[in-house]
């Protein structure tokens, strides 16, 4: 066997993205504590792989623990696997500290999952679980910054593909203008919202709702619903 051969772990980390009532993006950012370290604080929700645990079933332990709700769309898009991933000072103290044990290199397959905001959040594992602007991520340990930006690609192939995942960060009950902010900030695509809501109107599984916005300061909009069954017999093309 060669030398060069070693021992390595691997982890899972979970990229959960939110849409909130500002009509932003978000992430769901975790607290690490380290006293004597003022920075990179914040990062993925993440964790070694039990020896009895397939990868995907440690993805949804981690999401379990994070968020408290036992099934979440889920899905594995990249291995970071660079030798010198967490080749930080202080990552690996945080690693000796979480674990008990000395790593050397750590491998992590990533896992992007969607998460309505208006969702209670009850962790049972991090004391801090916070919802973070995909603007406003600050520096964070590991290569956490590049898991981001690539689930960010990945999320966009995802949603060309299957329109309908859209539908998981969106309330039960919204608005077109909703829909249209959630596709730009998804899709990275700027759509005229009168074209953008002409073509939403062709399909018939979005229904519209005999309600309308209150207590707002603009012009008030219907509300709408996603019917799953109708989309699956659907031979609607994705917006473009």
Same mark, same amino acid.
């Given at each position: ?7 390595? #772990? ?11 009532? %500002? ?15 003022? /920075?990179?604080?914040? @990062? ?8 009895? %645990?397939? !990868? ?7 999401? $379990? %623990?994070?968020?408290?709700?036992? &099934? ?25 500290? /979480? ?14 999952? =969607?998460? +309505? ?7 049972? &594992? ?46 039960? +009950? ?5 829909? #249209?902010? =959630?596709?730009?900030? =998804? ?28 207590? !707002?300061? $603009?012009?008030?909009? @219907? ?7 109708? #989309?699956?017999?659907?031979?609607? &093309?994705?917006?473009?």
């Amino acid at each position: 066997m060669s030398s060069s051969f070693i021992h390595t #772990y691997v982890s899972v980390d979970c990229v959960v993205f939110g849409f909130d009532r %500002e009509n932003q993006l978000n992430i769901l950012l975790v607290q690490r504590h380290l006293s004597d370290v003022p /920075e990179r604080q914040k @990062r993925l929700p993440g964790s070694l792989i039990l020896s009895d %645990e397939d !990868v995907d079933d440690a993805a949804q332990r981690v999401l $379990h %623990e994070l968020t408290g709700i036992k &099934k979440m769309v889920l899905k594995q898009f990249k291995c970071f696997a660079d030798p010198n991933r967490a080749s930080s000072e202080y990552d690996i103290k945080w690693m000796r500290k /979480e674990y008990n044990h000395q790593i050397d290199r750590i491998m992590t397959v990533a896992y992007l999952s =969607l998460c +309505k905001i208006d969702h209670k959040i009850n962790s049972t &594992k991090y004391d801090t679980v916070d919802w973070c602007p995909i603007t406003k991520v600050p520096l964070l340990p590991f290569d956490h910054n590049k898991i981001i930006k690539e689930s960010l690609v990945e999320i966009r192939k995802w949603i060309e593909s299957d329109f309908s995942i859209i539908f998981e960060l969106l309330p039960k +009950k919204f608005t077109i203008r909703q829909l #249209y902010q =959630l596709y730009n900030a =998804l899709s990275e695509k700027h759509i005229d919202i009168k074209n953008f809501h002409k073509k939403v109107s062709s399909f018939n599984y979005i229904i519209p709702l005999d309600e309308i916005e209150t207590n !707002v300061a $603009h012009r008030a909009a @219907r509300y709408y619903k996603f019917d799953a069954k109708l #989309y699956k017999k659907s031979n609607n &093309k994705l917006i473009k």
